[in-house]
């Protein structure tokens, strides 16, 4: 039985709920570009199914934050998701900030060690830091799924390294998170 990844592209293309934009950079865009890369090597992965909450770059999901959310969070939810797994891209007013971080809602849930493993595959594939997991219970879309919830903040876009690589190097990004995925349930990449 394949294990059912649903891939969360976080924000959407335009207001309510899109995200940073930074030097004309939609953090929208790299999540999805990322999440379609994620998405086709899940699909290539006999071990996994997988479905995506954006199907096109256009696709406007709720028509306001909570909507939006709770969008994602039934679409998870519906298909009886085994795992679920949001991207996002970090801004910080301190430009040097760098890396990949992660968040969950408890350290006693399986997904703090599957937001570890990806950590490490992303480390791995693009070489940034792994900033590590934090606990974030207030987070929605880790409090209203009924499955272990990961939110991925791959990269800083305020930082000029990691926006270069989240814009030229998406395919790094969707390795290193399938590669921490398939490390997590201990299959060799």
């Given at each position: 039985?394949?294990?059912?990844?649903?891939?969360?592209?976080?924000?959407?293309?335009?207001?309510?709920?899109?995200?940073?934009?930074?030097?004309?950079?939609?953090?929208?865009?790299?999540?999805?570009?990322?999440?379609?890369?994620?998405?086709?090597?899940?699909?290539?992965?006999?071990?996994?199914?997988?479905?995506?909450?954006?199907?096109?770059?256009?696709?406007?999901?709720?028509?306001?934050?909570?909507?939006?959310?709770?969008?994602?969070?039934?679409?998870?939810?519906?298909?009886?998701?085994?795992?679920?797994?949001?991207?996002?891209?970090?801004?910080?007013?301190?430009?040097?900030?760098?890396?990949?971080?992660?968040?969950?809602?408890?350290?006693?849930?399986?997904?703090?060690?599957?937001?570890?493993?990806?950590?490490?595959?992303?480390?791995?594939?693009?070489?940034?830091?792994?900033?590590?997991?934090?606990?974030?219970?207030?987070?929605?879309?880790?409090?209203?799924?009924?499955m272990p919830a990961?939110?991925?903040?791959?990269?800083?876009?305020?930082?000029?390294?990691?926006?270069?690589?989240?814009?030229?190097?998406?395919?790094?990004?969707?390795?290193?998170?399938?590669?921490?995925?398939?490390?997590?349930?201990?299959m060799t990449s």
């Open positions: 039985m394949a294990i059912k990844i649903f891939v969360d592209q976080g924000h959407n293309p335009q207001n309510p709920n899109a995200g940073a934009e930074v030097n004309g950079v939609r953090e929208q865009d790299i999540n999805y570009e990322v999440g379609v890369r994620l998405a086709a090597l899940l699909r290539a992965d006999p071990d996994f199914d997988v479905r995506l909450s954006r199907d096109t770059p256009e696709e406007q999901l709720g028509t306001s934050n909570a909507t939006s959310l709770q969008a994602r969070v039934y679409e998870a939810n519906t298909w009886g998701a085994d795992y679920f797994v949001s991207l996002h891209c970090n801004t910080s007013t301190n430009t040097s900030a760098s890396g990949s971080e992660a968040y969950v809602y408890s350290e006693s849930t399986p997904a703090y060690t599957l937001a570890g493993r990806i950590l490490e595959g992303l480390h791995d594939m693009t070489g940034l830091r792994n900033r590590g997991v934090f606990i974030r219970p207030s987070l929605y879309v880790l409090r209203a799924t009924s990961v939110l991925v903040e791959m990269g800083y876009m305020t930082n000029a390294n990691d926006l270069y690589l989240l814009t030229s190097d998406p395919e790094s990004f969707a390795r290193g998170i399938y590669r921490g995925i398939r490390l997590y349930f201990g």
